[in-house]
């Protein structure tokens, strides 16, 4: 328990100390203002290039554009720059050794797992509710009489299947010798992840509907209760890679 | 009971044999220099004392506490100096050993005190500096200090001179007899001259086993030469006393470099009596008459060949 937060805090510094933190922030931070705002100005971009002649029908922006902008921006960016700021989170220490010194020191390889496991989610958690709040109060300011259905519970949903995410990870990067192994591995399960939603069967327990179906939870053109499935089965997943990450840690040659 | 025991200890990565049944017993208080060429297996058997490495079979005991593999208890009795010891570039010495301290579960008070003496102790006390831009001779240092931290039982130092320079290797040397009494200390090393100067125990690793092993001053005595040095005003009478008639026997060997004489007894009966009488009887008088002494480097040499 000594090593497990002695270690968390290590990280928490060394996010804050590398500027990992804040570029997550300061992303996610930009990705909040600008998701209404696109919405909100697109129209009037596409608009202002309309020449005489050509008439295109702009349908007036919603809150649910502004959302829409939010999900697809936290999944495909906010994603994409959450895994490679985090792809080297195991394999930076072990190649250079950094690692070796505090083990030595009686630091337990499980404490190290959870440790780091619990500093990402906590960087991911306030990454996405700073994104979060931003785009909702812009969103409210912007279209206040929009309606909005799900909301919480379909940005819970992003969240959890970050969670995921991450398990993946850190068992790709225990897994693997190299950020790029740990990248590759990573992807790779994502690409899986996403060719099983091809079947339609799938797509209940399938981890990635929570991240796919945010927009349909706004509009209720998808119930709650059908991911409920894909909910129970991706923290299981995560439970599982993280239990494998430290049974594989502990027995790792260094 | 010595403070580490290794017991038939066998590794091998692929074909390669590394320890082949190694054999070693580690008394407290000693510094045990542990010799052996490049590549001879003394990192592995290092790691494998740490528990980072899994032995193919043998046992190791720190402290009469038995290693396993992955996670082990022993470390809280070790403190580990690497070759080349890493640490994170951004934080500065006192918060690097802060982290080391709140992992071995020191009070808030013990850090500070302990920290405070051990950069004062290898003379880190007011670097402010961020780690990343240290020198290897800085970052050796601290790593000793954040060895020392916990007041090991043990201490163990993987080539801890090999990449310094000469002031280098003398201050870190100096560091870690300063440290002897307090600990004991394993260290490996291919420089002999660091070994003559700090060790008192010695063992040379070669194909996998101990090939010699004992205090340095055992072992300078079981090789010991019937051999003696003499040293004469001038050469003329170095020349003299290497052409004395008693001397022209095939069982003594003689060689003369200007006024300095090296006889070798390969007679048993032979001793350095038997030279004093000589000179005595004709009335010279060296300048020095000493035995030859083994050097480290000759017994080091003939072990491995």
């Not at chain 2, 070759?83 to 992992?103: R, S, T």
């Not at chain 2, 920290?115 to 880190?124: H, P």
């Not at chain 2, 200390?185 to 420089?191: A, D, E, K, P, R």
Request: with cysteine.
């Amino acid at each position: 328990m000594n090593g497990y937060l002695a270690f968390l805090k290590k990280e928490i510094f060394e996010y804050t100390k590398t500027y990992k933190l804040m570029i997550m922030l300061v992303v996610f931070a930009i990705f909040g203002i600008t998701n209404p705002l696109m919405a909100k100005l697109m129209p009037e971009i596409l608009g202002s290039l309309m020449t005489d002649g050509i008439v295109i029908t702009i349908p007036e922006a919603t809150a649910c554009d502004a959302w829409t902008q939010f999900f697809k921006n936290a999944t495909q960016m906010g994603f994409i720059v959450m895994v490679i700021l985090s792809s080297s989170v195991l394999s930076s220490e072990l190649s250079k050794g950094t690692l070796i010194n505090l083990l030595t020191k009686g630091l337990s390889r499980t404490a190290v797992i959870l440790s780091k496991y619990t500093c990402m989610v906590l960087v991911w958690t306030a990454s996405i509710a700073l994104c979060f709040g931003l785009t909702y109060i812009y969103t409210v300011y912007l279209f206040p009489s929009d309606k909005i259905s799900n909301l919480l519970f379909s940005v819970f949903c992003l969240w959890l299947f970050g969670l995921f995410l991450l398990a993946v990870l850190l068992l790709s990067s225990v897994l693997s010798k190299s950020s790029y192994g740990c990248l590759l591995i990573t992807g790779a399960i994502v690409v899986a992840c996403m060719l099983v939603n091809t079947i339609p069967a799938a797509h209940r327990y399938n981890p990635i509907s929570l991240a796919a179906d945010n927009m349909g939870l706004l509009t209720s053109t998808i119930e709650a209760h059908s991911l409920y499935s894909a909910m129970l089965i991706s923290s299981l997943l995560s439970l599982l890679c993280m239990a494998l990450s430290v049974l594989i840690f502990r027995k790792k040659q260094l | 009971m010595g403070v580490l025991e290794i017991n038939r200890l066998y590794k091998r990565f692929g074909h390669h044999e590394v320890l082949n049944g190694l054999d070693m017993n580690v008394p407290e208080h000693s510094i045990f220099g542990f010799v052996g060429q490049n590549g001879a297996g003394k990192t592995t058997t290092m790691k494998i004392i740490l528990g980072l490495l899994k032995p193919d079979s043998g046992s190791v005991t720190v402290c009469g506490e038995k290693v396993t593999y992955g996670e082990t208890k022993t470390n809280h009795n070790i403190g580990f100096l690497p070759d080349v010891p890493e640490f994170y570039g951004y934080m500065n010495p006192v918060e690097y050993l802060k982290l080391c301290g709140e992992i071995t579960g020191l009070t808030k008070k013990q850090i500070k005190r302990k920290s405070d003496e051990l950069l004062e102790l290898v003379g880190l006390k007011n670097e402010k500096k961020k780690i990343g831009g240290f020198s290897r001779g800085m970052k050796q240092r601290l790593g000793i200090a954040q060895a020392l931290l916990n007041e090991p039982k043990l201490l163990i130092c993987d080539e801890p001179t090999s990449a310094l320079d000469p002031i280098g290797r003398k201050e870190i040397l100096d560091i870690l007899f300063a440290a002897k009494g307090k600990t004991t200390i394993l260290f490996s090393t291919h420089i002999l001259s660091d070994v003559e100067r700090v060790c008192d125990h010695i063992a040379v690793l070669h194909g996998g086993k101990l090939v010699l092993s004992g205090t340095l001053s055992e072992i300078k005595e079981r090789h010991r030469y019937n051999g003696f040095v003499l040293e004469f005003e001038n050469e003329k009478t170095a020349s003299f006393f290497e052409n004395i008639g008693e001397l022209k026997r095939p069982s003594i060997s003689m060689s003369r470099s200007e006024n300095t004489v090296t006889v070798l007894l390969s007679d048993r009966g032979m001793n350095g009596q038997f030279l004093i009488d000589l000179l005595s009887q004709k009335r010279i008088v060296p300048l020095k008459f000493a035995a030859l002494e083994p050097t480290l480097e000759n017994l080091f040499m003939e072990v491995v060949r």
